[in-house]
Protein backbone atom coordinates (compact mmCIF):
# COMPACT_ATOMS: atom_id res chain seq x y z
CA UNK A 1 0.00 0.00 0.00
CA UNK A 2 2.96 2.25 0.69
CA UNK A 3 4.34 1.97 -2.47
CA UNK A 4 1.60 2.47 -4.63
CA UNK A 5 0.93 5.87 -2.41
CA UNK A 6 4.54 6.25 -3.32
CA UNK A 7 4.25 5.47 -6.75
CA UNK A 8 1.22 7.60 -7.31
CA UNK A 9 2.71 10.88 -5.74
CA UNK A 10 5.85 10.75 -7.92
CA UNK A 11 3.33 10.67 -10.66
CA UNK A 12 1.35 13.62 -9.98
CA UNK A 13 4.21 15.44 -9.50
CA UNK A 14 5.54 14.34 -12.47
CA UNK A 15 2.60 15.56 -14.40
CA UNK A 16 2.47 18.17 -12.53
CA UNK A 17 5.98 18.98 -13.70
CA UNK A 18 5.10 18.49 -17.71
CA UNK A 19 5.21 21.56 -20.02
CA UNK A 20 2.42 22.87 -21.48
CA UNK A 21 0.73 24.78 -24.32
CA UNK A 22 -0.32 28.37 -22.73
CA UNK A 23 -3.66 30.11 -24.32
CA UNK A 24 -3.53 32.80 -26.16
CA UNK A 25 -3.40 35.66 -24.86
CA UNK A 26 -2.43 39.48 -26.26
CA UNK A 27 0.52 39.82 -24.00
CA UNK A 28 1.58 35.96 -24.72
CA UNK A 29 1.29 37.14 -28.33
CA UNK A 30 3.55 40.31 -27.95
CA UNK A 31 6.95 38.21 -26.74
CA UNK A 32 9.85 37.67 -28.20
CA UNK A 33 9.40 34.45 -28.30
CA UNK A 34 5.65 34.02 -30.22
CA UNK A 35 7.10 37.24 -32.24
CA UNK A 36 10.27 34.59 -33.67
CA UNK A 37 7.45 31.73 -33.83
CA UNK A 38 5.14 33.78 -35.33
CA UNK A 39 7.30 35.41 -38.58
CA UNK A 40 8.36 32.24 -40.52
CA UNK A 41 4.61 30.81 -41.70
CA UNK A 42 5.79 30.26 -45.47
CA UNK A 43 8.80 28.28 -43.86
CA UNK A 44 6.18 25.63 -42.04
CA UNK A 45 4.41 26.00 -44.57
CA UNK A 46 6.95 24.96 -47.27
CA UNK A 47 8.71 22.30 -44.89
CA UNK A 48 4.48 20.78 -44.18
CA UNK A 49 5.18 20.39 -41.01
CA UNK A 50 8.28 17.95 -40.65
CA UNK A 51 11.31 17.44 -38.79
CA UNK A 52 12.42 20.53 -40.79
CA UNK A 53 10.30 22.89 -39.32
CA UNK A 54 12.71 23.16 -36.41
CA UNK A 55 15.35 25.12 -38.63
CA UNK A 56 12.43 28.31 -39.32
CA UNK A 57 13.61 29.36 -36.14
CA UNK A 58 16.78 30.20 -34.09
CA UNK A 59 18.28 28.66 -30.99
CA UNK A 60 19.20 25.18 -30.10
CA UNK A 61 16.60 22.86 -30.17
CA UNK A 62 15.04 22.54 -26.69
CA UNK A 63 14.78 26.32 -27.15
CA UNK A 64 13.05 25.79 -30.22
CA UNK A 65 10.73 23.24 -28.75
CA UNK A 66 9.76 25.86 -25.56
CA UNK A 67 9.13 28.61 -28.13
CA UNK A 68 6.75 26.50 -30.00
CA UNK A 69 5.35 24.71 -26.97
CA UNK A 70 4.55 28.25 -25.70
CA UNK A 71 3.48 30.06 -28.80
CA UNK A 72 1.15 27.41 -30.34
CA UNK A 73 -2.01 28.19 -30.11
CA UNK A 74 -1.57 31.71 -31.13
CA UNK A 75 -0.21 30.51 -34.42
CA UNK A 76 -2.77 28.17 -34.87
CA UNK A 77 -4.64 24.54 -35.52
CA UNK A 78 -1.46 23.32 -37.57
CA UNK A 79 1.00 24.10 -35.29
CA UNK A 80 -0.77 23.13 -32.46
CA UNK A 81 -1.40 19.57 -34.04
CA UNK A 82 2.49 19.29 -35.10
CA UNK A 83 3.88 20.50 -31.35
CA UNK A 84 1.46 17.65 -29.81
CA UNK A 85 2.64 15.08 -32.14
CA UNK A 86 5.99 15.57 -31.65
CA UNK A 87 5.35 15.67 -28.02
CA UNK A 88 7.35 19.61 -27.26
CA UNK A 89 5.38 20.40 -24.68
CA UNK A 90 5.50 16.13 -22.80
CA UNK A 91 8.40 17.38 -20.53
CA UNK A 92 11.03 20.42 -19.29
CA UNK A 93 9.90 23.69 -19.63
CA UNK A 94 8.82 26.23 -21.78
CA UNK A 95 9.33 29.61 -20.45
CA UNK A 96 11.24 32.07 -22.71
CA UNK A 97 12.34 35.29 -22.41
CA UNK A 98 9.05 37.29 -22.63
CA UNK A 99 10.81 40.26 -23.75
CA UNK A 100 7.83 42.57 -25.58
CA UNK A 101 7.54 42.99 -28.96
CA UNK A 102 5.09 46.26 -29.61
CA UNK A 103 5.01 46.39 -33.67
CA UNK A 104 4.07 42.78 -34.12
CA UNK A 105 0.00 41.93 -34.50
CA UNK A 106 -1.01 38.71 -35.56
CA UNK A 107 -4.62 37.11 -36.15
CA UNK A 108 -4.92 33.63 -36.51
Do not use: H
Not at 20 to 49: G, H, K, S
Not at 78 to 98: E, F, R, S
Amino acid sequence: MKLSIRFMAIWVVAALGQAQMLECTEELLQTEDCYEVAQPIACYNQFRWNTQTLTCINGSDAEKKAKFCKCAKCIGTPMVNWVTQNNYCGGGTAKGKGGKRRSAKFVN
